[in-house]
């Protein structure tokens, strides 16, 4: 006697749940534009023509990849804003006092105060790589209210603080010990690889409670057939 199989309805999970390597890629683009483009720039221009010059070139970057997201309709990520308004904020007063010094002072002070913001977040509702998170990975309030998620958030969030100071110390203790060009030349090395590992910290931490929380993997649970 043959058997009867009854097909259950298709089951579709809305909620889109990007392959690793996606998520990798839109980490690594979002940081290219808004942090490590900028710094390139602005080393090769410090290096070939003057620091005024360096100044004006990685701005001009940072506000010709905000104005190239609005024109193509893309999602401009909060971390390219952040790094644009700090930015302005620096040249602005750099051109105002006429002094160079400041203007590598404002980032240290800049790194501090972002810090504390980060460290002061934790008492809040929402830690600040939890408001960043959307940038990188499709997020929605059920989602970020999961505990593991929220677990997640505020111990990444306390380590970009602790690192942020760290950052803003040592960087304070070279700027007024060493030269320009020995400033310049040690935080072009030093703070992207300081920022490449924290990043890498990062992504491995999101891995593992991603995979936990099935948050990883194709886009919809496909069909499920009963027999």
């Not at 009854?6 to 942090?35: E, F, K, M, N, Y």
């Not at 993997?217 to 027999?227: E, H, I, K, M």
């Amino acid at each position: 006697m043959p058997t009867l199989h009854a097909a259950a309805p298709v089951v579709h999970d809305h909620r889109t749940r990007p392959q690793l390597g996606a998520v990798i890629r839109r980490v690594a683009l979002s940081l290219l534009v808004a942090c490590v483009a900028p710094a390139v720039l602005f080393y090769v221009g410090f290096r070939l023509t003057s620091v005024w010059v360096a100044m004006f070139v990685a701005l001009g970057w940072s506000y010709g990849a905000i104005a190239w997201r609005a024109v193509t309709g893309r999602r401009t990520s909060g971390l390219l804003i952040l790094t644009a308004s700090v930015m302005t904020g620096r040249t602005l007063i750099a051109v105002l006092t006429d002094s160079t010094y400041l203007y590598f002072l404002q980032p240290i002070i800049s790194d501090g105060l972002i810090a504390a913001m980060f460290l002061l977040s934790l008492a809040s509702a929402s830690p600040m790589v939890a408001r960043l998170a959307g940038d990188f990975y499709p997020m929605d309030r059920e989602l970020s209210l999961r505990p593991a998620l929220r677990r997640l958030f505020g111990g990444l969030t306390l380590m970009w603080g602790a690192l942020g100071l760290g950052k803003a110390v040592f960087m304070l203790w070279l700027l007024r010990s060493q030269s320009l060009d020995t400033f310049v030349l040690v935080k072009s090395i030093s703070l992207p690889t300081l920022n490449i590992l924290a990043v890498a910290a990062t992504i491995g931490a999101a891995v593992v409670v991603a995979r936990r929380e099935n948050l990883l993997g194709p886009s919809s649970l496909g069909v499920v057939a009963v027999t």
